[in-house]
């Protein structure tokens, strides 16, 4: 099947051209076209990679910060708040903050696509996530293959000793102290969570991974990210550089929806259930 047959939303007949009846019909075969197409690349696929961004994770109730007027993000920049130099000017500040964050991640469920994408890795379908998720959703849905290259909020470290503690703790000490800082056993300075705030560099064991995988990926599934932030938004281009496929499913558009052999505009769980329900239909070729 051609790339271009598998494009979902994108060919639209002229307005008037067809009833809306028609139209709707052939949108639901486009979307059918495209589950089946990533389906055969993914069974051809020698490796198969998923790189994932927030929009994995808002149908678990956790707002993409760029989609305005939801949450937290609504009240406050998280480019200012969530600044590396704001954490070390005012930490109670930037705790009171992040420990509002902690609690509404903490009560969060992984959805169905986070779930789809263990179940490949269970079927020996997939190689691994990379992801720019903090909300540790990917292992609570039992991914095991797992490179957060924004880190995640499962530790806070002092950036002095290196000492770490989980979140747990984190969130004990940020109820017993005075000023809400959790701060280090050994040396009293304010741990930071191990989250990449701005004005950090990505940490780069993780970023080498995640190179690493996407150069290998015969498929890298790209699922929830605008794709804009770098250097995590370059990692389909080594893929396409050594002949792989790139799929791309999320709703917005992406700079790199012209090299994807497979668009996706749908719901990510509909979608990733549906190429799931393709891969256990059998194999038509
Ligand atoms: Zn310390």
Known sequence: MAGAEAITGAQRAPEGALAAQDHAREELAAQDRAREHLAALIREAGSVVALTGA?????????????????????????EVAHIDAFRADP?????????????????????????????????????????????????AGTRELVEVHGSIATSSCLVCGRTVALAAARALIAAEPDGVPRCAECREPLKPDVVLFGELLPQPAFARARELCEG???????????EVHPVAGLPLPTRERGGAVAIVTQG?????????????????????????????????
């Open 55 to 79: 929009g994995i994770s808002v149908p678990s109730g956790i707002p993409d910060f760029r989609s305005p007027g939801t949450g937290l993000w609504e009240r406050m920049d998280p480019t």
């Open 253 to 285: 558009p992406t700079p790199l929806d012209g090299i994807a052999a497979v668009r996706m505009r749908g719901d990510v769980v509909a979608e990733l259930e549906g190429v799931l329900g393709a891969l256990d239909r059998p194999d038509p070729a």
């Open 217 to 227: 990926a015969d498929v890298l599934l790209c699922v929830g990210s605008s794709l």
């Open 92 to 140: 109670a500040r930037f705790w009171g903050f992040y420990g509002e964050r902690f609690a509404s991640l903490i009560e969060k469920r992984p959805n169905g696509a986070h779930a789809v994408l263990a179940e490949l890795e269970r079927r020996g379908l997939l190689d691994g996530v990379i992801t720019q998720n903090v909300d540790m959703l990917h292992r609570r």
